[in-house]
């Protein structure tokens, strides 16, 4: 074999090298993200809301941060405080239609890219669940979320089946519960039961994410942030944050942005 002077390596090397950097580099293409969900997602902090809005949606609330950093050419906010999983759906697994107006699902379309949802602390009563903070819990509330809990999966497969007949071509990430409890709240009353129940949501939200090809996000050390921590990403009262009692704080809704962004990057 011929053996080509080190000079001519060396031009043929730059020249190719400038031929490949001359080529264009591709625009990313535009981001269609709609949010969709309950005060979960639609709450921040109480400075960051609008006092006529039914929904309270805060403007720092994981989506609407996540499409400020995205740069989402197009979103849609449709979280609503509240909100179930008729809400959202078209349906729920027993056959009712959605509660009231549009159901969320209807801000999809074919060209939405990316959906994240935040659903089913409601459908397992979870307000009811929050008084137990303050006292003993309801009696029966037991029995009832346990129920709640068997029909949980079906309803969330209803959602993800409105998802997927309208936005098939999204990619949707699921957030999970922030858990309002660990192993330094035990004064409150029903703590062990009550953060039992947090994690069974989540796991089952989590398996519906799975079932349906989603991704589940938690933020990697949210046990470390409860209500009962020197950081809280959740507020019992809301009264220390400035957020609304039982919800993220500005901290939590800005970490599970962060969870979100770094699971879709």
């Given amino acids: 074999m011929q053996r080509l002077p080190l000079a001519v390596l060396i031009v043929a090397a730059l020249t190719g090298c400038s031929s490949s950097s001359t080529e264009p580099i591709p625009e990313p293409e535009p981001l269609n993200y ?17 006092d006529d809005d039914p929904c309270m949606v805060a403007e720092d609330s994981y989506p609407v941060l996540i499409a400020e950093e995205l740069d989402a050419a197009q979103f849609t906010n449709a979280t609503c ?46 307000v009811d669940m929050t008084r137990c903070f303050e006292s003993a819990c309801p009696a029966g509330l037991r029995e009832k979320v346990a129920g709640e809990l068997e029909e949980l999966p079906a309803r969330l497969d209803d959602v993800y089946a409105a998802i997927e007949q309208r936005a098939p071509g999204a990619r949707v990430v699921a957030t999970g519960y922030m858990p ?5 709240c035990m004064e409150v009353p029903d703590a062990e039961w009550l953060a039992e129940q947090i994690n069974r949501i989540n796991g089952e939200v989590r398996a519906a994410a799975e079932r349906h090809g989603a991704t589940y996000v938690m933020p990697a050390d949210a046990e470390e942030h409860t209500g009962c921590s020197a950081e809280p990403w ?15 704080t500005a901290a939590g809704q800005r970490a599970m942005a962060e969870a979100v962004r770094a699971e879709i990057e």
């Avoid at 074919?110 to 009563?125: F, M, P, R």
């Avoid at 959740?234 to 993220?248: C, K, L, N, R």
């Fill in 34 to 50: 709609v949010s969709l969900g309950d005060s979960y997602a639609a709450m921040g902090s109480r400075a960051a809301t609008a």
């Fill in 81 to 126: 405080q509240g909100a179930v999983t008729a809400d959202v759906g078209e349906k729920t697994a027993l056959g009712t239609a959605a509660s009231e107006g549009s159901p969320q699902v209807a801000a999809l379309g074919e060209g939405t890219d990316l959906v994240t949802l935040s659903i089913g602390g409601n459908d397992v009563s979870f």
């Fill in 180 to 184: 309002l409890l660990n192993d330094a």
């Fill in 234 to 248: 959740v507020d019992f009262t809301g009264e220390a944050t400035g957020s609304y009692p039982m919800h993220p």
